[in-house]
């Protein structure tokens, strides 16, 4: 099956991309790297009237600090923050979950802000960037606004972007040189979204556990982490029983699956 037919419109600036969006109708689609809206197009799982191309876009394409905070132009692809090494503790972390995001081909090609902006529970950036506690930044026919990744994915596939705007930057405070992380996914083979996703930040003060690949945005279990950073990595079964009163809808086997997972996260976070 190919796609149906539909306008095309490459934009070079993030005014002409909202400016257009803004007067094109409500179907009218954003593509970054394709990765996902390209399959779609062809299944026929979306059909706009109008595609506009944000690829051509430098300013999208950066990678900045700013004031303590990493600000990451959402046409950054997987393989540019797995390549990118400045030789920081975020820098790294970022290099060690795009690495194992499906194959090179697709990380040449795929970016963070389409995965985020696409809000599949599944996908590695949008746990991990829940971990690192990521902002977005969005740009619309009212200007620019900003929001916490916690309010901007309201639920599986659904974002809080309003009508003409546009996901332009994902931002991150950086980690301290001595941070540690564990992230652990658990997928049938390479290439595949995860049935199951860990991960696990000590940065300073701060600790945060998250559960991802759910039916729903991820999850937090930071009681569970600051009692880790005391007692060492908890059992399966203490983490079942934790996801058991935040995710009560998943069976035993399942619940068991996410444990496991969380578990060794931990364990990577933690040696």
Same mark, same amino acid.
């Given at each position: ?101 499906? $194959?090179?081909?697709?990380?040449? @090609? &795929?970016? #963070?802000?389409? =995965? /985020?902006?696409? *809000?599949?529970?599944?996908? !590695? ?31 599986? $596939?659904?974002?809080?972007?309003? @009508? &003409?705007? #546009?996901?332009? =930057? /994902?931002?991150? *405070?950086?980690?301290?040189? !001595? ?44 009681? /569970? ?47």
């Amino acid at each position: 099956m190919k796609a149906a037919p539909f306008g095309y419109f490459a934009a070079t600036s993030v005014q002409a991309a909202v400016d257009e969006l803004a007067a094109a109708d409500a179907d009218a689609r954003v593509m970054a790297g394709g990765q996902t809206l390209g399959p779609m197009l062809n299944l026929r799982l979306a059909m706009p009237s109008l595609l506009i191309d944000l690829s051509r876009i430098s300013e999208l394409k950066t990678i900045q600090k700013v004031s303590g905070r990493r600000v990451i132009g959402a046409c950054v692809t997987h393989a540019m923050l797995e390549d990118h090494d400045d030789g920081s503790s975020l820098a790294r972390c970022l290099a060690g979950v795009a690495s194992t995001i499906a $194959f090179r081909s697709v990380r040449n @090609r &795929g970016t #963070i802000g389409g =995965s /985020i902006a696409h *809000a599949d529970p599944a996908a !590695d950036w949008l746990t991990a960037m829940t971990m690192l506690n990521a902002s977005v930044r969005l740009s619309g026919p009212g200007g620019r606004r900003t929001l916490p990744l916690s309010d901007f994915v309201l639920g599986t $596939f659904t974002t809080a972007l309003k @009508r &003409g705007e #546009i996901l332009e =930057s /994902i931002e991150v *405070a950086e980690l301290r040189p !001595d941070a540690r992380w564990g992230i652990y996914k658990v997928s049938q083979k390479i290439g595949e979204f995860p049935k199951a996703i860990g991960a696990v930040l000590y940065d300073g003060p701060i600790s945060r556990a998250v559960l991802g690949a759910l039916d729903r945005p991820p999850v937090m279990l930071n009681d /569970i982490a600051d009692r880790a950073r005391r007692e060492g990595t908890p059992s399966i079964a203490t983490l079942s029983d934790a996801i058991a009163l935040i995710v009560p809808e998943l069976d035993d086997i399942d619940r068991h699956i996410y444990a496991a997972t969380l578990e060794r996260a931990f364990k990577r976070a933690l040696t």
